[in-house]
């Protein structure tokens, strides 16, 4: 049986890596990654002047492509990592951005805001950490406005045997190798059994559908590596 971590484990792990996160994920994709979250805002379709949220913004790459793509509103990152949002409001300063920014320290299971609050969601390697899926797509969906949109971006576990067995050499041999010269091998080492207990696209678009949505698609990008999962309330 799979060890699942606890939430505050997983809170511990991403505060411990949030001065070197940025560093980690530009090494790890060769900067392909500002392309995935690109895609991501392009796809939860954030509305000019309207209220987007960016659920596990982590140091706030796709907060800021959000506020890029928007003109006027407001968008709200939030991350359970006070670490990761320090990292965040560090990187916003200088920044020329069309809409404003509010940074929260919250928990996507238990989300502070109404019902029906905001025109657009993302959430960006966040789901797969989350200790309870289900409710999170629930809490998600709760505060989206009706017919609005959220695009989620997370790592997978390839369906083909051969990219799956390349990507878990890759993990072994360059992620936890890049983690130990850095220091944080231990908390990256979590990745590979997070990925064996994450559900496949198929089977998050029924999540999907047992939360509410009315619409569910999933697009895998890389041979199956990545994932994006847009859902419609």
């Known amino acids: 049986m799979n060890f699942v971590p606890k939430s505050e484990e997983v809170k511990t792990l991403f505060n411990q890596i949030a001065p070197v996160y940025d560093q980690m994920n530009d090494g790890l994709s060769f900067g392909i990654h500002r392309i995935w979250k690109a895609m991501t805002v392009k796809w939860s379709n954030p509305r000019n002047g309207g209220l987007a949220l960016d659920l596990c913004c982590g140091s706030g790459d796709i907060t800021f492509l959000t506020a890029k793509q928007m003109k ?111 220091n944080i091998k231990a908390e990256y080492e979590y990745i590979y059994p997070s990925l064996e207990r994450f559900p496949n696209g198929k089977q998050q678009i029924n999540l999907a559908f047992e939360a509410g949505f009315s619409h569910a698609i999933h697009y895998p990008l890389l041979g199956g590596i990545m994932g994006i999962l847009v859902l419609t309330k």
């Open 72 to 182: 006027g509103g407001k968008v709200i990152g939030v991350d359970f990592s006070c670490q990761l949002l320090t990292e965040a409001k560090k990187k916003q300063a200088g920044k020329s951005l069309a809409s404003d920014i509010e940074w929260l320290e919250a928990n996507v299971l238990d989300l502070p805001f109404e019902d029906n609050s905001f025109d657009s969601v993302t959430m960006g390697y966040g789901l797969r950490n989350v200790i309870d899926i289900p409710r999170c797509l629930q809490e998600i969906r709760r505060v989206l406005k009706p017919s609005a949109k959220v695009a989620i971006l997370d790592f997978h576990k390839p369906e083909a045997d051969w990219v799956a067995n390349s990507q878990k050499w890759y993990l072994d041999n360059v992620v936890v190798r890049m983690a130990d010269f850095l």
